[in-house]
């Protein structure tokens, strides 16, 4: 079945005479150095460069796009072994005021302005992760804070309990 979704789109992109093709995310893979916590981001200004660091919490499905929680809030079950939580990359033990304190956006878009495709950089992420990303610092009207990524690199991954399964 997912053989035939695949090639459904394939056919469907490759016979529109005036489909666009989808972006896709090339990124600089190397270490962009020394980071600074999500917390102290926002409290920078817009459009200031900047190297960010922190834990993947959420992967936005199809685009390159992914959210960053600072690295001072615990996941469940990371300092107690014998927290039995089945899904520690959600937070659910951090309270929901902390963790919006602590969390960004991280975008990586085309020319255009647009928030591109996933691409093949974006699917190597997996919640928990600890990232660094090299970007510039967005701030709406809000108060919501986006860093408008230019690469990001992998710096740890967690290791999890075997009765753990990560979502797909």
């Given at each position: ?28 893979l ?30 936005v ?72 990303a ?35």
């Open positions: 079945m997912k053989l035939f979704v695949a090639c459904l789109a394939f056919v469907t992109f490759a016979c529109g005479k005036d489909t666009e093709k989808p972006q896709t995310v090339t990124l600089k190397a270490d962009p150095g020394p980071g600074v916590s999500v917390k102290k981001v926002k409290e920078m200004g817009h459009g200031e460069e900047v190297v960010v660091e922190g834990r993947v919490s959420n992967i499905t199809g685009v390159a796009a992914f959210n960053l929680i600072d690295v001072s809030l615990d996941y469940c079950g990371q300092k107690s072994p014998e927290d039995s939580c089945k899904t520690p990359w959600d937070y659910c033990c951090e309270d929901a005021g902390d963790r919006a304190a602590a969390t960004i956006s991280v975008e990586k878009r085309g020319a255009d302005g647009k928030i591109m495709g996933q691409g093949t950089h974006l699917p190597m992420l997996r919640l928990l992760d600890v990232v660094a090299k970007g510039k610092i967005e701030k709406d009207d809000h108060g919501n804070v986006t860093v408008v990524a230019t690469s990001w690199f992998v710096r740890e991954r967690p290791q999890l309990p075997d009765d753990l399964h990560w979502p797909k």
